[in-house]
């Protein structure tokens, strides 16, 4: 039996959020579940670099929620929230503004039953000098965008001005040697080709452009195998990256970095792509948070308020049977949304509401994509609990499929089928890289 009124509101449609609001709307309709996010077009995350590269156009591959939320089942409310009054069971939406500076939406509030958060994160600059002002993260599209028009900019003027200095190098500078850095490093080296195959020809990518991956750790992918990072990085310097581990980088200028041992960098262009944070705002919540302002859970992804559960990156959920809590990473958030559908049924329906298990994950393995008929992964065999070491084209087609699961999650398996077809078929119509 439904309850009338129970109303799950989720805010943030991204990797976590948008799966749970698809699969929840699916089961109760727009009165139960409502999902805000910031943006009207959802992108997966993992996708960034790609856009940032512009090996992936995100005019083609955003979703609109609004469209979503009718196929779906879930209402949409376009705004950022602010601030969640937990006593009054309220989120405060702050103000909509078209790019003109019109109002669209005003402030407004809307009241929960239930809440999800689901904001993701942010980069962490953990301070660093400069980094704030030189670099760019691969926060969201618009930051991806920003880096893509910079990069095609700087590729226009080191093409027009190579005639007359044929010394002219461009820098590009990757501060992380997590997914996101080697995902960057190996998809800009494709992109560069691609930009000199559509006419930047006084531009030899491999004599003209240095791409540096500097890394903290001893070794890039340091939260993965070492067989992967091994693997990653021989991938990398044979297409001509310079990968420098031990590498801490103190300071970052409009022209260079600077490491903790004093050497310097020279840098065109600069991604910072070395670990997140949770939001500010989630501190000012009166819920229990960390030191990256994440939401502390528990077992049920509970936060310290029971009517409000956090999942994904801006949540710090314990690792059941291992140490510490979970990594950052798509795959759990999606794992939760497996586990909070039935928490939030038992919930919307007036049930109990705390199933006797907590959440526990499962460790597929990890996937990263080192160019566009290359991967590198391992894999945990279900039953026997061992690690097994993909790599070459196989790694990237499973990497793949990582995102087209994500779609049908979110889609259901006629529509992903649809958009996976229409899109194979626009890409042979469109440039292999981004130009305008
Ligand atoms: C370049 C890149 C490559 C990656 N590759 C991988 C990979 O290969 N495998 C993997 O597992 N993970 C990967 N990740 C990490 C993965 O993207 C995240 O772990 C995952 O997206 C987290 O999902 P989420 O739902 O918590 O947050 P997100 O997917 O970040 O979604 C957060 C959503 O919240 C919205 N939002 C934020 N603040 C507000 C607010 N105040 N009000 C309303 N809406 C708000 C945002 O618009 C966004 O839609 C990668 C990340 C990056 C950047």
Request: charged letters at 25%; one cysteine or more.
């Amino acid at each position: 039996m439904k309850s009338i009124d129970h109303q799950v509101v989720i805010v943030g449609g991204g990797a976590g959020g948008l799966e749970l609001a698809a699969r929840l709307g699916r089961k109760f309709g727009p009165r139960h579940v409502v999902l805000i996010d910031r943006s009207d077009a959802h992108i997966w995350k993992p996708s960034l670099h790609e856009v940032a590269a512009g090996t992936l156009d995100i005019h083609r591959e955003g979703l609109s929620y609004f469209m979503l939320a009718k196929d779906c089942g879930f209402t949409f409310v376009l705004g950022e929230v602010e601030a969640v009054d937990s006593k009054a069971r309220q989120v405060q939406i702050k103000p909509v503004y078209a790019d003109t500076g019109e109002e669209i939406f005003s402030s407004r509030t809307l009241p929960y039953h239930t809440l999800v958060m689901s904001v993701g994160s942010k980069s962490n600059f953990f301070g660093t000098p400069g980094a704030a002002e030189h670099a760019i993260a691969l926060d969201s599209t618009a930051e991806a965008e920003r880096f893509r028009l910079k990069l095609l900019h700087l590729l226009v003027a080191a093409n027009r001005r190579k005639a007359d200095d044929p010394s002219l190098q461009l820098n590009i500078g990757i501060v992380g040697g997590g997914a996101t850095g080697v995902e960057l490093a190996a998809e800009l080296l494709e992109a560069l080709d691609d930009a000199v195959f559509y006419g930047l020809n006084q531009l030899d990518p491999k004599r003209d452009i240095r791409i540096v991956l500097l890394e903290g750790a001893d070794r890039i992918l340091s939260a993965l195998p070492p067989k992967m990072s091994a693997a990653a990085q021989r991938l990398l310097e044979d297409r001509g990256v310079t990968v420098r581990t031990s590498v801490r980088v103190a300071a970052v200028g409009e022209h260079e970095l600077t490491d903790a041992e004093g050497r310097s960098y020279p840098v065109d262009l600069c991604v910072w792509a070395a670990g997140i944070k949770a939001p500010a705002w989630l501190r000012d919540l009166g819920l229990e948070t960390n030191r990256v302002n994440q939401l502390v859970v528990d077992r049920y992804l509970r936060t310290t308020d029971p009517d409000i559960y956090a999942i994904g990156d801006c949540a710090q959920a314990p690792w059941q049977g291992q140490e510490g809590a979970l990594p950052a990473r798509a795959q759990v958030a999606h794992q939760q949304v497996g586990y909070l559908i039935d928490v939030l049924d038992a919930r919307i329906r007036g049930a109990e509401d705390r199933p006797a298990k907590g959440f526990r994950f499962r460790d597929y393995g990890s996937l990263v994509s080192v160019g566009h008929s290359r991967g590198v992964g391992s894999l945990m065999g279900v039953l026997s609990g061992k690690s097994w070491f993909v790599e070459g084209l196989l790694a990237r087609w499973m990497y793949m499929s990582l995102h087209l699961m994500h779609h049908f999650a979110v889609l259901g398996p006629v529509r992903t089928a649809t958009l996976a077809i229409g899109r194979l078929l626009t890409k042979r119509g469109a440039p292999r890289v981004k130009l305008h």
